[in-house]
Structure formats: C-alpha cells, structure tokens
C-alpha cells in the first residue's frame, strides 16, 4: 500500500557529494518520521539522521557538519545532502518512514526502502 524509492546513490571519491532522494507513494494520509539509515557489511544498521515537522533534525555523531536532511511534505519526500565523503560513509542506505495511511485509527506504521548503495572510493 506504501512504497519509497530511494535514487541518487553511486561510486564517489573522497571529499566528494551525493544527494540520496526518496519519494513516499501510495494510500498515505499523513507521514510524521522521515529519515536515513545506514548499513555496510559485517556491521548493523545505524541511524544517520531523522527529520519531523516542527522538530529540529536529528544527526548521527559521525554525520554531524558534513550530512544535511530536509524534506518536502508537498512531495512526500525526503533528501540526504552528503558532504566531505569518507570511506567510512560507505553502505548501502536506507529511507524509512512513519506513516499513517488512515484517520481512524490514526496508526502510524514504520515503512523501509529497499535501498541504495553509496561508496566512497578513490
């Protein structure tokens, strides 16, 4: 009933940029939650930021200063501006969201992207 799509993954040096998207779509009535999450092999999936309307965002410490998340609820959608890559930002990232698909009741159910790589390499 609710699909996101993340786009705008890829191979980048380090010291580079990306801008991951993605766009929410379906039987949606409200989304509260967006964000970005990370996971590169051997490791576990990690927050890197979340953003709520009316909240400031919220940053995973190894993200701070470099990575910038924003949405537009217009759009339904969320966006990942990546700054100053380092390999360690390497993995394959993953949109999540909260949303209710309903008024009554008003539930908001966790939704996941299938992903999208990024790698940091020279």
């Known amino acids: 009933q609710v699909q996101l799509v993340e786009s705008g993954g890829g191979l980048v040096q380090p010291g580079g940029s990306l801008r991951l998207s993605c766009a929410a779509s379906?039987?949606?009535?409200?989304?509260?939650?967006m964000g970005w999450y990370r996971q590169a092999p051997g490791k576990q999936r990690e927050l890197v930021a979340t953003?709520?309307?009316?909240?400031?965002?919220r940053y995973a410490d190894s993200v701070k200063g470099r990575f910038t998340i924003s949405r537009d609820n217009a759009k339904n959608t969320v966006y990942l501006q990546m700054n100053s890559l380092k390999p360690e930002d390497t993995a394959v990232y993953y949109c999540?969201?909260?949303?209710?698909?309903?008024?009554?009741?008003?539930?908001?159910?966790?939704?996941w992207g299938q992903g999208t790589q990024v790698t940091v390499s020279s």
């Open positions: 999540n969201a909260g949303v209710a698909i309903a008024t009554t009741p008003l539930v908001y159910y966790n939704y």
């Open positions: 953003i709520t309307s009316g909240v400031s965002p």
């Open positions: 379906g039987s949606i009535f409200s989304i509260n939650t």
